[in-house]
Antibody, heavy 122, light 112 residues
């Protein structure tokens, strides 16, 4: 079945780095744009980053641009988020999400993982 | 402050209809498709509506979306206790550098 499984969440000190991964299965990974969406404790959804299906185009929310890098390995059906210079406000559950549209940006997320928790605290 | 404005909470009795509004501007809702998500606390969000009015496979027709100008609405008919959840609208916003996905602040639905 269609599935996304995130990993890599951890407790990290401010200024530290972390790399999140998302393993995809059950669909042709290289056909879909992918995103990371986060949710701080008790707060709403916040989109973080988008990557095109072939990895050529990326988008970031302003608060993470220059600190986070999204990437993908279509041969391994894997999505990653490299997070540097982490801040307390980056504390959140990070969800990996797949677009509904094939080979284009549909701006709606049809498949979600269960999320991985990132805590930034000294 | 969210770019898209939703009411913090709505409530209705089982079997009734409820609507949730999502207000934006020309650079987001006015120019781009709107999606809606349901999130039961402690679980991942679920896509209910995309491209303003379309439902993914498996979403019952009790859920419907509409849009007019810079506002969108999610309607839920025949309310069930299982519909109690947080609901979020989302869309693309092309006013910001390179464009962004934006979400509303969320609406908590209580089925009385």
């Amino acid at each position: 079945q269609v599935q996304l499984v995130e990993s890599g969440g951890d407790l990290v000190k401010p200024g530290g780095s972390l790399r999140l991964s998302c393993a995809a299965s059950g669909f042709t990974f290289s056909d879909y744009y992918m995103s990371w969406v986060r949710q701080a404790p008790g707060k709403g959804l916040e989109w973080v980053s988008y990557i095109s299906n072939m990895g050529i185009t990326t988008y970031y929310t302003d608060s993470v641009r220059g600190r986070f890098t999204i990437s993908r390995d279509n041969a391994r059906n894997s999505l990653s988020l490299q997070m540097n210079s982490l801040r307390a406000e980056d504390t959140a559950i990070y969800y990996c999400a797949r677009d509904w549209a094939r080979r284009s940006r549909g701006d709606a997320f049809e498949v979600w993982g269960l999320g991985t928790m990132v805590t930034v605290s000294s | 402050q969210s770019v898209l404005t939703q009411p913090p909470s709505v409530s209705a009795a089982p079997g009734q209809k409820v609507t949730i509004s999502c207000s934006g501007s020309y650079s987001n809702i006015g120019r781009h498709y709107v999606s809606w998500y349901q999130q039961v606390p402690g679980t991942a969000p679920k896509l209910l509506i995309y491209e303003d009015i379309k439902r993914p496979s498996g979403i019952p027709d009790r859920f419907s979306g509409s849009k007019s100008g810079t506002s969108a609405t999610l309607a839920i008919t025949g309310l069930q206790t299982g519909d109690e959840a947080d609901y979020y609208c989302g869309t693309w916003d092309s006013s910001l550098s390179g464009g962004h996905v934006v979400f509303g602040g969320g609406t908590r639905l209580t089925v009385l």
